[in-house]
């Protein structure tokens, strides 16, 4: 026996002394006998103690051993790649539907109570004659969680699950297996593909140009056909544009191309590969993929602070202020003024101007309203500390860009020990430290690319990788350099150019920190590069814009979106919202209003509602997607403030996740048996599984509580209990 709700220890002697105590004093000045004073007190303790006892509501625990009380839920994988035709041509879903007929429904009903389940988009009670294979997702992890909170409970002895081991749900079904119920999983289809071709992946890099190319990366792969070439067929929104064919290395090794794309950067733009469908492929459905480049954003804001007027830096304003990605204030350092004061010239739109009258923004709401940052010969004596940690705070936490270039600002190493320090990707102390070797080796002050440097955006000069090393060849020979030290952790050092003696040293270096971005240019007299070209040469405006673009691309405004990553057809998509003030603080009181433009034209309003676990985060539902485009919009007020718009576009529908990969997985009916503590099994073994599951179900589920406090009993206890003091007081002359 034990209790529900038991008392600790001290509660219960006290609550034991107290009825005592109660009892003796009831019956104290009675005029009675001892002999009736002490029968009338001990009734009244023990009906005291009684009802302690139920309020502690005592329990009993047993155990049945009848396993038929027990459930068995049965599950049965009713995904679209069920329908797949590889059993000796038989569907995988009419295969599992004869098993579970044949095999597992006589075993496990003769013992157990027996549950069939279907899952797939939803998990769902079924008819085991009338099984179908429709759903567009194999929720597994989710049919898992189902199965808990449907049986919670319940005895349940185990699951046999019959799938081909897709899961494109998202969730963790190994987690959600495990401390559960024991998973006995049984394989439907075949663990090879005998004839398929498949579209894997189709990326398409970021472009940091409105007139750049876009990679469009594109991964294929084919089964059963040997070495025989791959068509891939390139569409720009519907239409044709490009043809290749690549040959695997052999069968099933899968084969990589890049298309380079000019998109028009003012609309969303899909760009879908696909391979022609034989008429004995076995899953035409994996054949295309898609990828949206979505429409350039507005222009982005430069900050360009200039430690002293130079050369150098009116080459770069005016070729930053010249595209029309980019609004670019700027501030120069002039000189001092008779008492001393640092004098600046400032060019900026009216709106900004008036914070950088003192050289530099002195409040966050000012130098967040940037989305990157260019300092040009800027010493660490320029900025106060808290400049300083705001600067820090600007990339770290609102993920604005940060470009530091000039040698006054690294020779004099008056950025060491400030907070922006560890921001910048090359360590400022160490400077013997080795960097990346360049594909080449570069002369003295010579550019030569790293191989990373080589795919980046930030060094593309030219659509093709030959051409653009090339382009850097050409390029002539800085002034000087100022040597820096390695490359911290996670950074990229993308060009080197020789030091003294040869040694390479890092010229471009590049890194994230927190949310933002940040790069040196350690190199002196770039504007050789405008001035020592032919003038139709644009490589120096190239370089200069792609890196201000790469730096602030990423950078949000204070309301924008959060878009899921892959959105299928069906599914029930949902976008977050970030609403933030000027100053990047979350704004969990927001009214956040979402705007949906579908692919077929509807527009739809919702109101976004505050995600709980996320101040400042909104989540809006989109809907059960049909497969498009869809164009966002959302804006947000706190009260009669309006805290600001965000735009955006998703692709939903890129790619059939269902039907990629079509092989049986084996490897995830492992991984969610192993979890659960079952196996993977075949069907002629499931005699060995049903006694697995008996053996499992009196431990695991057969337990039964019984209360011995809510009876009859406990009250015809009590009511004896009382009745025997009533009578006795009656008998010895008491009322």
Request: charged letters at 25%; a neutral charge; aromatic letters at 6%.
């Given at each position: ?234 569409l720009e929104n519907g239409r044709s544009i490009d043809v290749r064919r690549a040959a695997p290395a052999g069968d099933g090794i899968p084969v990589r191309e890049v298309f380079r794309v000019s998109p028009n950067r003012e609309v969303p733009t899909v760009y879908t590969v696909e391979t022609p469908a034989g008429p004995d492929e076995l899953v035409p459905e994996n054949n295309l993929r898609s990828a949206l480049v979505p429409a350039a954003a507005r222009a982005r804001r430069v900050l360009l602070v200039e430690g002293a007027p130079g050369f150098e830096h009116g080459f770069l304003k005016r070729s930053l202020a010249a595209d029309r990605g980019l609004e670019v204030d700027s501030v120069i350092r002039k000189g001092r003024d008779e008492s001393g004061a640092d004098t600046f010239y400032v060019q900026a739109a009216r709106s900004r101007a008036d914070a950088l009258t003192a050289g530099y923004p002195a409040s966050r709401d000012a130098l967040f309203g940037y989305d990157v940052i260019v300092l040009a010969n800027v010493e660490g004596e320029l900025l106060t500390g808290a400049q300083l940690a705001m600067t820090r705070a600007f990339v770290a936490d609102r993920g604005g860009g940060l470009l530091v270039l000039g040698a006054r600002g690294f020779q004099r190493q008056s950025l060491r020990n400030t907070p922006i320090e ?314």
């Amino acid at each position: 026996m034990s209790f529900a709700t038991p008392l600790p220890v001290w509660a219960t002697l006290v609550a034991v002394a107290a009825a005592a105590w109660l009892a003796w004093h009831a019956y104290r000045g009675a005029a009675l006998p001892r002999h009736a004073r002490a029968v009338l007190s001990t009734l009244r303790v023990v009906t005291l103690l009684v009802l302690l006892v139920c309020l502690m509501r005592p329990v009993a625990r047993s155990t049945d051993a009848d396993a038929r009380d027990a459930v068995v839920a049965i599950l049965v994988d009713g995904s679209r790649s069920m329908s797949i035709a590889d059993v000796n041509g038989e569907r995988r879903i009419d295969r599992a539907r004869a098993i579970l007929r044949d095999e597992v429904m006589p075993r496990v009903r003769a013992t157990f109570h027996a549950d069939v389940l279907r899952f797939g988009d939803q998990l769902a009670p079924a008819d085991e004659r009338t099984l179908s294979a429709t759903d567009s997702r194999t929720r597994l992890g989710r049919a898992l969680a189902g199965v808990r909170d449907r049986y919670r409970g319940r005895a349940v002895a185990g699951i046999i699950l019959l799938s081909d081991g897709g899961d494109s749900g998202g969730e963790d079904a190994a987690a959600a297996a495990s401390g559960g119920a024991p998973i006995y999983a049984i394989g439907v289809g075949s663990p090879s593909v005998e004839r398929d071709r498949e579209i894997l992946s189709v990326t398409a890099a970021e472009s940091v140009l409105s007139d750049a190319v876009v990679d469009v990366a594109v991964s294929a792969v084919s089964h059963g056909y040997g070495r025989a070439p791959i068509e891939l067929r390139l569409l720009e929104n519907g239409r044709s544009i490009d043809v290749r064919r690549a040959a695997p290395a052999g069968d099933g090794i899968p084969v990589r191309e890049v298309f380079r794309v000019s998109p028009n950067r003012e609309v969303p733009t899909v760009y879908t590969v696909e391979t022609p469908a034989g008429p004995d492929e076995l899953v035409p459905e994996n054949n295309l993929r898609s990828a949206l480049v979505p429409a350039a954003a507005r222009a982005r804001r430069v900050l360009l602070v200039e430690g002293a007027p130079g050369f150098e830096h009116g080459f770069l304003k005016r070729s930053l202020a010249a595209d029309r990605g980019l609004e670019v204030d700027s501030v120069i350092r002039k000189g001092r003024d008779e008492s001393g004061a640092d004098t600046f010239y400032v060019q900026a739109a009216r709106s900004r101007a008036d914070a950088l009258t003192a050289g530099y923004p002195a409040s966050r709401d000012a130098l967040f309203g940037y989305d990157v940052i260019v300092l040009a010969n800027v010493e660490g004596e320029l900025l106060t500390g808290a400049q300083l940690a705001m600067t820090r705070a600007f990339v770290a936490d609102r993920g604005g860009g940060l470009l530091v270039l000039g040698a006054r600002g690294f020779q004099r190493q008056s950025l060491r020990n400030t907070p922006i320090e560890d921001v910048l990707p090359l360590d400022l102390s160490d400077r013997t430290g080795g960097v990346v070797p360049a594909s080449a080796s570069p002369g003295m002050n010579r550019v030569a690319l790293t191989a990373e440097g080589d795919a980046h955006p930030v060094m593309q000069l030219a659509p093709s990788s030959e051409e653009n090393r090339r382009k850097w060849n050409d390029v002539p020979s800085l002034a000087s350099i100022s040597p820096l030290g390695a490359a911290r952790p996670g950074a990229a050092v993308l060009a080197v150019t020789g030091g003294p003696g040869g040694t390479p040293r890092a010229l471009v270096a590049v890194q994230r920190f927190g949310e933002g971005r940040a790069m040196v240019f350690t190199g002196e007299a770039a504007w050789r590069w405008r001035m020592m070209l032919p003038s139709s040469d644009p490589s120096y405006d190239r370089f200069w814009r792609q890196a201000v673009r790469w730096l602030g691309q990423a950078a949000p405004d204070p309301v924008a979106f959060v878009l899921p990553a892959l959105s299928c057809t069906g599914d029930d998509v949902r976008v977050s919202v970030f609403a933030r003030d000027a100053a990047f603080a979350p704004q969990p009181d927001a009214v956040v209003d979402v705007r949906v433009t579908r692919p077929d034209g509807r527009v739809d309003s919702v109101r976004a509602e505050p995600d709980p676990a996320r101040p400042g985060v909104f989540e809006a539902p989109v809907g059960a997607a049909p497969a498009g485009v869809y164009r966002l919009t959302a804006d947000a007020r706190r009260g009669a403030i309006a805290l600001g718009g965000a735009s955006g576009s998703l692709l939903v529908g890129g790619g059939d996740e269902e039907m990629a990969d079509p092989r049986l997985n084996e490897d995830v009916l492992q991984r969610v048996a192993r979890a659960s503590g079952g196996a993977v099994v075949s069907p002629a073994s499931l005699g060995s599984v049903v006694e697995r599951l008996r053996a499992h179900a009196p431990a695991a589920a057969l337990s039964i509580r019984r209360d011995l406090w809510h009876t009859g009993w406990s009250f015809a206890a009590i009511a004896l209990l009382l009745a025997a003091e009533w009578l006795l007081r009656r008998h010895w002359g008491l009322r």
